[in-house]
C-alpha cells in the first residue's frame, strides 16, 4: 500500500511532475541504466557537469521531469561511441535553437529537436551515416513511448520487454497525477510493485491475474518493469 505523506512546506505549490519522487535505485531501474550512471548524470563530478538538475539531491531523489531527461538519455547512451558530455553539448545547442533550457521535456524535440540533434552530432562530432540511422530511430522509438500534453512530456510508458523495439506494447505507464508517480498497468490502477511484491512471495502469473482480473502477459510485464536490470 501507498502512504500518501504530506508535503514539507518548501514543496507545497510546486507542480506534480516537478516534484522529487524516485529515489535514485528506483529511477534507475526504471530507465534501465545503473545507478552510478544515472547519478553522474544528475549530479556530474570534478570532471563532468550534470546533464539534468534533480528535484532533489540529499538524498538524490529524481523528480516525473528528471524521469523523462534520463529514459531519452538512456536511448542516446545505447548508441555506440557517443558519450553523454557530448550529449550534453549538442542539447545545449539544441536547446538554444529551440528555446527551451531544457528541451528533452518538450514535444518540440520530437519533431525539430531530434532532426537539429542528429545534425549537430554528425557535424561535430563526425559520426558515420550508419550511426546517424542508429541514433535517429533509437530517439524514435523511445519518444514514441512518451506522451504529450500541450508542448510538455505528461506520461510515460517505459521499455519492459527488449528495451528498443517499436512493437512493444506500451502496458506499463507512469504519470505523476495517478498512483503517486509510480508504474501501473496501463488502462488499470495496479501497481506494479505490488504485483511484483505478490510474485515474489509465490503467488503465480494465473492466480495474480485472475485475482486482477486483467491478462496473464499484464501481469508478467508489471514483474519485468519492478525486476529488470539495467542493460
Known amino acids: 500500500m501507498t502512504v500518501n505523506k504530506p508535503l514539507p512546506d518548501r514543496l507545497r505549490g510546486v507542480p506534480l511532475r516537478e516534484l522529487p519522487a524516485y529515489p535514485a535505485p528506483r529511477a534507475a531501474q526504471i530507465v534501465r541504466v545503473p545507478p552510478s550512471t544515472l547519478r553522474l548524470w544528475a549530479c556530474g563530478d570534478g570532471a563532468h557537469k550534470a546533464l539534468f538538475p534533480p528535484a532533489s539531491t540529499g538524498p538524490l531523489v529524481l523528480s516525473f521531469d528528471n524521469l523523462i531527461e534520463a529514459f531519452v538519455l538512456a536511448s542516446m547512451r545505447r548508441v555506440h561511441n557517443l558519450s553523454m558530455q557530448k550529449v550534453r553539448k549538442r542539447l545545449d545547442t539544441v536547446g538554444k535553437k529551440l528555446g527551451y533550457e531544457r528541451p528533452l521535456l518538450h514535444a518540440r524535440f520530437r519533431t525539430d529537436g531530434v532532426r537539429l540533434f542528429v545534425e549537430e552530432a554528425d557535424r561535430i562530432l563526425e559520426i558515420s551515416h550508419q550511426v546517424q540511422e542508429v541514433l535517429r530511430g533509437f530517439l524514435d522509438a ?90
Do not use: H, M, N
Not at 158 to 167: E, L, M, N, S
Not at 215 to 226: H, K, N, Q, S
Open 142 to 231: 523511445s519518444l514514441r513511448r512518451i506522451e504529450w500534453e500541450g508542448d510538455l512530456a505528461s506520461r510515460l510508458y517505459p521499455w519492459v520487454r527488449t528495451g528498443q523495439d517499436p512493437a512493444d506494447p506500451r502496458s506499463i505507464v507512469i504519470d505523476p497525477r495517478f498512483g503517486f508517480g509510480q508504474p501501473v498497468i496501463a488502462g488499470t490502477g495496479i501497481e506494479a510493485r505490488i504485483v511484483a511484491q505478490r510474485y515474489r512471495a509465490g503467488e503465480s502469473f494465473l492466480a495474480l491475474a485472475k485475482d486482477y482480473d486483467v491478462a496473464p502477459e499484464l501481469i508478467e510485464d508489471a514483474i519485468r518493469c519492478e525486476t529488470r536490470e539495467a542493460a
